[in-house]
Each structure stands twice: as structure tokens, then as C-alpha cells.
């Protein structure tokens, strides 16, 4: 694309201001990278570093009329239109010079390009020519040393009007602009300014750092805040963790609105996120930006000075950026409350009891962003040649931008080395912090700040939402809640959940919906660092082992509700009791189980690896594991296996041992992996009949028949079930029977002895009391209900089916509901009803995929052949 496709006329500029304007414009659509439009220029033979660039872009003065020239042929701009913008160059360099006073007295230092100077000698220029800026007995400006250097002196006489659309005057109308011109305008510029008091010229700040070179990944947040600004007294807030972007985005949004506003521009660094420095004081900020505006004195009250900051910017249209906000409170007195004043801020703290018209949440890059916008501060043929390396360090630094122009700035110092060893060191928790620091930017010093802010604070409340901050930090789990919290902190649930509210509020954690919160990965190595600088080994080592113990109560608690008859082969949890999460119903145990299993594995797994906690390990696999089973989480079950095998094994319990192992069996056996299941559960039997186990031998019978039948070794199948009933009946285990029965009818309808099996169905619904084991009872409908469609009634079929799907769907059991619409979608294609089946089984398929990969393949197979026969 060239210029002439962008549609930037330059001779529209009539000021340097306007001139930069459009050059950033031809930047933008441009769509290249500053360092790109750097390496053009070089290849183009001429001078032009990113970093020049940047500052060309982010003043109001003219450039050098060589680094326009450098700009446009980079952008690839013809050589006819690049001759129109120097024209206009040479046009406004001329009138700036003709700016100039001619009889300034010696020593009187000039002023700089494109700006007028403030001293009491200085000189502008109106529509008549130059005029004269008085001294303070005069009726022109009044010379304040401690006036921002950057000021723009504009012409303000009574007779003077708007600049029109070709860079005349257009005519006054009652000593106001011509708002009439000025809507006809795309974007009013800051030259466009409006009289003042006492006819004198009036200074325009224009105090906005540089705009970000890259800005990549944040489409959606600038057309946003683009939309918000645009609003009359618009107050724009956004807000996100320490190293998101935020002032990025807001200068990125300030630089491309601030043509808009006749007043000029003011901006502060509000230091709510500057180590070691105080927040500023709202009374200081309001004195710089008043002076910055020409106000003769500033009031010594804060209310005062923040009425007259008001009466000032009302009629003007000033936009203000405040930066790195402390709180509401601090910016309250800050705001321009004009129609046509708009105000932007950044915090990484929520404000919510800030007024603004629009709030903005800038949360980290998504993977695709962050590999751009590493691209564009390395280079992509880097990233292209060791992609591994890109995709590990992309991956590390979690969307951070700050993290990526951190490792981007590494890399870029070191343009030839490899990128894998830096990769490495991203991916070793114990160095990925110090990798993040560079010259002085450190995500770790940013986000230490947030932290300092509760840690330092006087109320109990605030300090103890830092050692939680820190605690809540040490487990490996993907998502914490306020009963764990409280748990491991050993804290009321009721102090816990503030603590977490405040923490969000903060964005030092996110809230992830449903009553849990989470640590961005980052955050999580901060927190670590601060609990192992600020709390002793036996303190964190108690922190996990009461957070096991708690996990473990509550999961016995939720198992039971689910399967009331199980014991699970465990002790009672002796440990302290502690609030748990509410669990009135199998519905809601279900929903916790299925919530937390994985947090489950993290846990045990960690307390493994460390050592602790050994038998809380074990028994939290072995409660788990029917849950799993049901559930259809196949990888964790198996992982639970080895955790509690491993786990007895150090505790040398053999009878805990065999229970790990049948665990690892009976997942083997969901994958259709029967040789390497079978030899399993045969070891186990051994053991269990060793140690005279009975009750754990029957479950091991009962495992070892149904792979038999898997394998089509019926007869075998149906000794191993048989011996499995005698003993779950000696034992008066009549809950258990059930689930034999409904596995010896399916041995019986393998063989086509189908009144077999549905007495065997029948009888094993009558020996187990319905509703005490709800997801068994689905399970043994869907088993019946394929014993009648193999039978050929196929109606019948479909109620049983039917049955089981409505029990699933009030528990939210997802391989539940899947396997019940699998075996509906076999009815009905029995019935020859194509279309209900298909339907069936689509979303039998997706209900199971990842959850049960015999089953997905038997959807498969039955679509294909429904396709195939259409």
C-alpha cells in the first residue's frame, strides 16, 4: 500500500503540530513497525533510528526536512506525492522563521522549532503579524518560571477567529470560535484555539510522553476507548495488572485523539505504581497543570484550585491523561469536567468508586499478539528460525507486553546470539524473574508494587490480604477459592473472601468466575518470592499439609454424598475441621468434584514430590478414583493410580499398594488397553487374597471379569463375576451387587442369551435402592437399555435410554449424558430413523471427546456408516 492509497492530503496542515499529525497517520496506515520503517530507511541509504522516529512522531515541532524525507520514501510514498509534503515543509519552516522576534536582545535565548518562547521578551505572531508578550504590568502574558517548557503560544485576539479548513481566519462571530467550521473538520486541531481573558495570547500545553513504537494485539481496547473519548466530559478508565500495557494503550489512544482539543493537552504521572516514590499529591498536580495553562496564581486550597482547573478547561476542551493512578480519591480533584474536555486514566487498581463513563479492563495478550508484537521488537525472521525457542519464551512471559519488551530488548542487545538459551532461562521458574529485568524495567519491581501497597498498609485487613497473597501462592493449583483460602491461611471464610475481593481489586489476582480466583503464572513466581523471603520453611510446609488435609475431608465429604454406601478402603479424616464449600445434594457434590479434581492431582502431586503427607496422598486417590471413573477424566485417573501406589509404597501398605494398582487397571481398561490391564489386576487379586482383603478382592473380581469379556473370553468373565457376587453377598455388601449383576448381563447378552441378561438387569435394579447411588443407577440403564436393543426392542430401548439421559442431565455428568445419547442414537437408527440418530450421536460425540476414546471411535464409525448409507 502507498500513500496515495491513504488519502492524507498534506496541504491541509497549517501548523507543525497538524504537520506531525499526518505524518503519524501516514506511519499508521502504513502499518510497519518503527523498526521496520528504521531498516528501510537504511536500506534507502538514510538516517533514520527507531528512536528518532518515535520522537519526531510523539513532538509538535516540524521535523528536519531530512527525516521527512527518510519517513515518507520508507513508507513508500512516490516521489510526486513525497514533493507535495515537502512543499508544504518549506511552507510552514518559512512561516516559523517569519515567527521569530528579529530584534531579540543579545543573550535572549531563541526559541525552539515550532514552539514560542515564555520569558517575558517572547513574541508571537497573530493574524496581523507579530505581537508583542508584556511584561506583568502589560496586558500580555505573565512569565511563570515554573511554566512547562512545553507551551504552544496561540494568537487570542478579539478580532481573531477559527483557522479554516485552506489555513485562513475564519470570520468571528461574539468573540467565539465558528463552531460551524469546526464541525465541518474530520479532526479540530490544537492551533484552533479559543479566546481568552483580556484578549492576550494564551499558552497550549502539549505535555504527552512519546506514543508506544508497537502497539499489537489491542484492536478491540483502542476502538473502545476511541468510541469512549468521544463522548462530551468523557472520564475513561483503564485498568489492569502492573505490566499489561496501559499507559501504552492510553498515550497510543491520546496521540491520535489530540488534535481534537482547542486547550492543548495535560499530563501527569500520578506514581501510584513508581517503587520508592511517593504517590503524588493531587495539590501538586493541580499547580503544574494550572501554570501549564496560564493561570496567573494558583489557589493554596485543593477545592479551590480544583474549581479553577474546571473554570479553565470548561470552554477550552482540554484532554488530560493521568497515569498510574493511586486511587479514586487522588483523582478526583483532576478532572476536567467540560463538554468538550475528556480525561483518560490508567490504574492498576479497579476504582470502583470513581465516576467514569467508561471503563476499559486490559488484560495480557493472547499467544498470537505477543508473538507479533515480540516480532516487531526482535525481528520475525528470529522468531521464524528457531520457533521452539519464540513459542517457549512467548509462552513464559504470559502476554505480558512489559515481560516481552523486556526479553525483546535482551534479544534485540544481542542480535546474534540464539534465542534457546534465553528460551531456557524463561522456562526455569528459579531464573524466569531475573530474565525479566533490564536497564530499569523489572516485572518483578511492578508487580512487587501492588504487593507493597497491602504489605505496608496500617489496616489488619490490608496486611492480611498480603499473607494470603503470599500463602495462596504456594500450592500448584489452577485455581483457588475462599474455603481453600481460609483453609490453608488457617482463616475465617468470612475474612478470606474480602481479602481475595481486595487482592482482585488490585489485579494482583484475576477473578475467574463461579467463586474462584487465579494467579497469572508471573504473579505466582512474585507471590513465592515474597512468602520465601517473608515466611519460614515450617510455616509454608504447614500452609500445604492443612490445605491437604482439607482438600481431603471435603472430597470424602463430596464422594459420600455421590456413592452414601462406599467406604472407599480409608480411615475418617482425622485432621481439623474446617468450613467447607456447601454440599446439600449429589448435584452439588458432583459440581465441586468435578471443579476441583484436577487442583486434587496438583496438590497430591506436589506433596509426592516433596515427601509430605503420604497417606492423606493415598486416600485422596483412592476417594477420588470412582468420581474420575465416572467422570471419564481417564489421564488423571491413571496419575492418581501411580500417586497412591507410590504413596503406600513409602508407607509400606501393600493392601494400599493393589488399591493404586487397580486404579492404574481399571484406566488402562477405559483406554481399550486390556493386555497391559489384565496382567494388573491379576497381581493385585493375588495380594488382596494374601492379605485376606475380601471386600477389595471382590471389587478386583469384579474388574478382572469385565476385561475378560472385553477380550471375548466370556467363559472367564462370568467365573470372575460370579466369584465376585458370592462374596459381595457373604459380606451383606447388597449395594455392591447391583453393579455385578448388570455386568454379568452383559456377559449373557454377548453370548445372545437375552432373558439372561434382562433378568440379571431387573434383579440388579431391585437389589440396589434407587436414588442412593444416582450415577450408578444411569449407568445401569444405559447397560440395559443396550442389552434391548441387542434384543431387537428397540423402543424399549429408547426409555431406558431416555432415563439415563434425564438423571445425567440434572447432575451435569457429561460422559453420563453422552453415552445415554449414544445409545439413543443406536435405538432409533434401529427403528430407521436416520436424521434423530444422527443427531444423537453428533452430540454424543461431543459430549465424550476426551472423555471416553472407545466410545468416540464407535460415534465415529456409526456416522461414517449412516453417511455412507445416505
Not at 491541509?12 to 497538524?18: G, I, K
Not at 483557522?163 to 475564519?170: E, I, Q
Not at 506514543?211 to 476507548?225: F, K, Q, V, W, Y
Not at 499529591?281 to 482547573?309: C, I, K
Request: hydrophobic fraction near 45%.
Amino acid at each position: 500500500m502507498t500513500a496515495a492509497d491513504f488519502g492524507v492530503n498534506p496541504t491541509t496542515a497549517t501548523s507543525p503540530e497538524q504537520y506531525v499529525m499526518l505524518l503519524r497517520r501516514i506511519r499508521d496506515q502504513s502499518g510497519l513497525a518503527y523498526r521496520e520503517i528504521a531498516r528501510r530507511a537504511q536500506r534507502n541509504g538514510d538516517v533514520l533510528p527507531a528512536s528518532t522516529l518515535a520522537t519526531m512522531l510523539g513532538r509538535s515541532t516540524l521535523p528536519r526536512r531530512d527525516l521527512v524525507t527518510a519517513l515518507l520514501r520508507a513508507c513508500g510514498v512516490p516521489d510526486d506525492r513525497a514533493a507535495a509534503w515537502l512543499a508544504v515543509w518549506g511552507q510552514l519552516a518559512a512561516d516559523r522563521t517569519a515567527a521569530r522576534s528579529p530584534a531579540a536582545a543579545p543573550g535572549t535565548p531563541s526559541s525552539r522549532p515550532g514552539h514560542s518562547p515564555v520569558g517575558r521578551a517572547a513574541r508571537t505572531t497573530g493574524p496581523g503579524g507579530p505581537v508583542a508578550a508584556l511584561g506583568a504590568g502589560g496586558s500580555g502574558l505573565i512569565s511563570h518560571p515554573q511554566r512547562s517548557a512545553a507551551l504552544r503560544l496561540i494568537p487570542a485576539g478579539d478580532g481573531g477567529g477559527t483557522v479554516g479548513p485552506d489555513g485562513g481566519r475564519a470570520a468571528a462571530s461574539g468573540g467565539r470560535r465558528d463552531r460551524t467550521v469546526l464541525r465541518g473538520l474530520p479532526w479540530p486541531t490544537a492551533d484552533e484555539a479559543r479566546p481568552v481573558e483580556g484578549g492576550s495570547g494564551a499558552p497550549v500545553p502539549y505535555q504527552l510522553p512519546p506514543a508506544p513504537p508497537l502497539m499489537i494485539g489491542r484492536s478491540a481496547e483502542i476502538d473502545r476507548l476511541l468510541a469512549s473519548t468521544a463522548a462530551g466530559a468523557a472520564v475513561c478508565l483503564v485498568e489492569g495488572a502492573g505490566g499489561v500495557g496501559k499507559s501504552a494503550l492510553a498515550l497510543h489512544v491520546a496521540h491520535r485523539i489530540v488534535g481534537r482539543y482547542g486547550g492543548g493537552c495535560l499530563y501527569a504521572d500520578l506514581r501510584g505504581a513508581t517503587d520508592g516514590i511517593a504517590a503524588a499529591e493531587p495539590a501538586d498536580v493541580l499547580g503544574r497543570f494550572l501554570r501549564a495553562l496560564g493561570v496567573p496564581a494558583v489557589p493554596a486550597s485543593l477545592d479551590e484550585a480544583s474549581a479553577l482547573l474546571r473554570t479553565w478547561t470548561a470552554e477550552r476542551g482540554v484532554l488530560v491523561v493521568l497515569d498510574n493512578a493511586a486511587s479514586a480519591a487522588q483523582v478526583r480533584p483532576l478532572l476536567a469536567s467540560g463538554p468538550e474536555c475528556t480525561t483518560i486514566i490508567t490504574s492498576r487498581w479497579m476504582l470502583p468508586d470513581l465516576d467514569t463513563t467508561a471503563r476499559i479492563r486490559l488484560d495480557p495478550l493472547p499467544d498470537d499478539a505477543a508473538h507479533g508484537l515480540l516480532a516487531g521488537l526482535t525481528s520475525a525472521e528470529r522468531l521464524r528460525a528457531e520457533p521452539a525457542a519464540a513459542a517457549t519464551i512467548v509462552r513464559r512471559c504470559g502476554g505480558l507486553p512489559l515481560a516481552l519488551r523486556i526479553v525483546g530488548a535482551r534479544a534485540a542487545a544481542r542480535p546474534d546470539a540464539s534465542l534457546t538459551g534465553l528460551a531456557e532461562r524463561m522456562d526455569d521458574e528459579g531464573t524466569r524473574l531475573d530474565v525479566l529485568e533490564v536497564g530499569d524495567l523489572s516485572v518483578r519491581a511492578s508487580l512487587h508494587l501492588g504487593y507493597q501497597a497491602f504489605e505496608d498498609a496500617r489496616q489488619d485487613e490490608r496486611r492480611q490480604a498480603a499473607r494470603l497473597f503470599r500463602l495462596a501462592a504456594l500450592p500448584d493449583w489452577t485455581h483457588l477459592t475462599p474455603y481453600g483460602c481460609a483453609a490453608l491461611a488457617d482463616l475465617p471464610v468470612a475474612a478470606a473472601e474480602p481479602a481475595l475481593d481486595a487482592l482482585v481489586d488490585a489485579h494482583l489476582i484475576e477473578s475467574a468466575g463461579g467463586g474462584t480466583y487465579r494467579f497469572h503464572d508471573v504473579v505466582r513466581l512474585c507471590a513465592r518470592e515474597r512468602a520465601e523471603a517473608v515466611d519460614d520453611p515450617p510455616q509454608r510446609e504447614e500452609v500445604l499439609c492443612r490445605l491437604t488435609g482439607w482438600l481431603l475431608t471435603t472430597t470424602a465429604r463430596a464422594a459420600r454424598l455421590l456413592y452414601p454406601d462406599d467406604r472407599f478402603g480409608i480411615a475418617e479424616p482425622t485432621g481439623p475441621g474446617r468450613p467447607g464449600p456447601p454440599l446439600g445434594s449429589t448435584a452439588d457434590a458432583w459440581a465441586w468434584l468435578d471443579r476441583e479434581h484436577t487442583n486434587l492431582l496438583l496438590i497430591a502431586r506436589q506433596q509426592m514430590a516433596a515427601g509430605r503427607t503420604l497417606a492423606e496422598v493415598r486416600d485422596l486417590a483412592l476417594v477420588a478414583a470412582k468420581f474420575l471413573d465416572y467422570a471419564g477424566y481417564i489421564a488423571e485417573q491413571q496419575q492418581f493410580g501411580d500417586l497412591a501406589f507410590t504413596a503406600a509404597s513409602r508407607c509400606d501398605d501393600r493392601s494400599g499398594e493393589a488399591s493404586g494398582l487397580n486404579i492404574i487397571a481399571v484406566a488402562l481398561l477405559r483406554q481399550g488397553r486390556l493386555d497391559e490391564a489384565i496382567p494388573i489386576l491379576e497381581r493385585c487379586l493375588a495380594v488382596q487374597r494374601e492379605l485376606g482383603d475380601r471386600s477389595r478382592e471382590a471389587a478386583i473380581l469384579n474388574n478382572l471379569g469385565n476385561a475378560l469379556r472385553d477380550r471375548g473370553d466370556l467363559t472367564g468373565a462370568l467365573h470372575h463375576l460370579r466369584a465376585a457376587l458370592v462374596i459381595r453377598r457373604q459380606l451383606g455388601h447388597r449395594h455392591k451387587e447391583g453393579s455385578v449383576l448388570d455386568n454379568l448381563a452383559l456377559v449373557y447378552q454377548r453370548q445372545g442369551d437375552y432373558s439372561r441378561a434382562i433378568a440379571c438387569h431387573e434383579a440388579g435394579r431391585a437389589v440396589a435402592d434407587s436414588g442412593t447411588d444416582p450415577l450408578r443407577e444411569a449407568q445401569a440403564l444405559v447397560n440395559f437399555a443396550e442389552t434391548l436393543q441387542a434384543s431387537g426392542d428397540h423402543r424399549a430401548a429408547i426409555g431406558r435410554a431416555a432415563e439415563s439421559l434425564e438423571i445425567c442431565r440434572r447432575h451435569e455428568h457429561q460422559r453420563g449424558i453422552g453415552l445415554a445419547l449414544q445409545m439413543l442414537g443406536d435405538a432409533h437408527a434401529g427403528l430407521g430413523r436416520w436424521a434423530v440418530a444422527r443427531g444423537h450421536w453428533r452430540e454424543a460425540l461431543e459430549r465424550l471427546d476426551g472423555l471416553d476414546p472407545q466410545a468416540c471411535a464407535r460415534l465415529r464409525a456409526a456416522l461414517a456408516r449412516a453417511a455412507a448409507t445416505r
